[in-house]
T-cell receptor, first 114, second 113 residues
Framework: GAVVSQHPSWVICKSGTSVKIECRSLDFQATTMFWYRQFPKQSLMLMATSNEGSKATYEQGVEKDKFLINHASLTLSTLTVTSAHPEDSSFYIC??????????FGPGTRLTVL | AQSVSQHNHHVILSEAASLELGCNYSYGGTVNLFWYVQYPGQHLQLLLKYFSGDPLVKGIKGFEAEFIKSKFSFNLRKPSVQWSDTAEYFCAVNNNAGNMLTFGGGTRLMVKP
């Protein structure tokens, strides 16, 4: 099946630091990628839809200036958490949509902000 | 707006028991339906999907799901579970018009050896 990778898998940073997370589709091209956040014991919450070559679409309540998304190529989307604070600590998961419409998920990135 | 509900938050079964996890969605149009599984410490993996055709869909690891349009349901089944099926299972719906995948709240399955 299609493979999606994320890097890094875990990052610990100080409050106020900006953190960049990469999401790559390894064996297919994805014009659309998605960023989710998963809280402990809860389902995934869609944060934003990332479209190659255009601006991301953010869900209600998600600050676009806080969570910067760049989808520079058909295989790479990045999420930058700017000026991270402890409340931003979470598990961030990306997915990539392949041409049949199926989304394949990355392994997630655990962000811990001290 | 579309929504997905999974009735069982936690299910505990013994090995060899049969499994059925409920999933209902609300959306008036044509939908694509998915079941994903997340094993402990691993990422989400696609179990099976329904786009069109035979409403009984077979997936990996012996799982199947049946799309019943009149009931807006897409229940997941497995005739005989194994300890290795212990995981969290998510139902998801994607309408044909858009890209957005809407998830249910997940069902945590524990299979006792």
């Amino acid at each position: 099946g299609a493979v999606v990778s994320q890097h890094p898998s875990w990052v610990i940073c100080k409050s106020g630091t900006s953190v960049k997370i990469e999401c790559r589709s390894l064996d297919f091209q994805a014009t659309t990628m998605f960023w989710y956040r998963q809280f402990p014991k809860q389902s995934l919450m869609l944060m934003a839809t990332s479209n190659e070559g255009s601006k991301a679409t953010y869900e209600q309540g998600v600050e676009k200036d806080k969570f910067l998304i760049n989808h520079a190529s058909l295989t790479l989307s990045t999420l930058t958490v700017t000026s991270a604070h402890p409340e931003d600590s979470s598990f961030y998961i990306c997915s990539a949509r392949e041409e049949t419409g199926t989304q394949y998920f990355g392994p997630g990135t655990r962000l811990t902000v001290l | 707006a579309q929504s997905v509900s999974q009735h069982n938050h936690h299910v505990i079964l013994s090995e060899a028991a049969s499994l059925e996890l409920g999933c209902n969605y609300s959306y008036g149009g044509t939908v694509n339906l998915f079941w994903y599984v997340q094993y402990p410490g691993q990422h989400l993996q696609l179990l099976l999907k329904y786009f069109s055709g035979d409403p009984l869909v077979k997936g990996i690891k012996g799982f199947e799901a049946e799309f019943i349009k009149s009931k807006f349901s897409f229940n997941l089944r497995k005739p005989s579970v194994q300890w290795s099926d212990t995981a969290e299972y998510f139902c998801a719906v994607n309408n044909n018009a858009g890209n957005m995948l809407t998830f249910g709240g997940g069902t945590r399955l524990m299979v006792k050896p």
